[in-house]
């Protein structure tokens, strides 16, 4: 089966511009997550505000209303309590294309893109970070279900399970289709600065 590769950042739920989502911060005011994005809807945004659980770092220039009150919906939010961040990268469709930056694993091209399992699974390779590669569909017809060895094809290199730091560092090179201007400040703000 043929996917194509996300060109733009890939979040689990399609964010739009007139979903309102919020950034959600831990407390330490980095990200809870970045792939995917920690996004709330603003219902929970401000659900999470009424329940004191966080703090309104930024907000949008639009209302919410009730019949008492009358708030700006929030665009950044920070949790109260530090919650400690997942350590091991989850093992996505994305998270994998992004690992090895959007370009086939055998002839670096970046056209339409698939997964090759380097130990086909008719030889006992398994779905793994270390097994599976992105694969242009002309390396992964060209390969077929054969070895490395059989096939005489060559990886750019080795597989392995990248850790959460790795992805952010290719994630940056791939920005969401969505960004708030509040939230730049938060992705990026130790990303060196370009005239
Ligand atoms: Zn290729």
């Not at 980095?30 to 770092?57: E, G, H």
């Not at 920005?175 to 370009?194: A, C, G, Q, S």
Request: aromatic fraction near 12%; proline fraction near 7%; hydrophobic fraction near 40%.
């Amino acid at each position: 089966m043929a996917i194509e590769a996300p060109k733009e950042y890939a979040h689990a739920v399609p964010v739009r511009s007139h979903d309102f989502p919020a950034l959600v911060l831990n407390a330490d005011f980095r990200p809870l997550s970045y792939f995917p994005l920690s996004l709330w809807s603003w219902q929970d945004a401000v659900k999470a505000s009424f329940l004191d659980r966080v703090r309104i770092i930024a907000e949008y220039d639009r209302f919410v209303r009730s019949p008492s009150i009358q708030m700006r919906i929030p665009s950044v939010v920070s949790l109260k309590t530090y919650v400690r961040p997942v350590r091991t990268a989850a093992f996505t469709r994305f998270n994998l294309f992004l690992r090895d930056g959007f370009v086939c694993q055998y002839c670096g091209s970046d056209g339409r893109m698939t997964f090759d399992h380097v130990v086909p699974k008719s030889q006992g390779g398994r779905t793994t970070w270390d097994n599976v590669v992105a694969a242009c569909t002309d390396c992964n017809l060209k390969k077929g279900s054969r070895s490395l060895k059989e096939s005489r094809m060559h990886l750019l290199r080795k597989p392995t399970r990248p850790t959460p730091d790795e992805l952010l560092n290719s994630g940056r090179k791939f920005p969401p289709n969505y960004l708030h201007r509040t939230w730049i400040d938060f992705l990026y703000w130790d990303i060196e600065l370009e005239e």
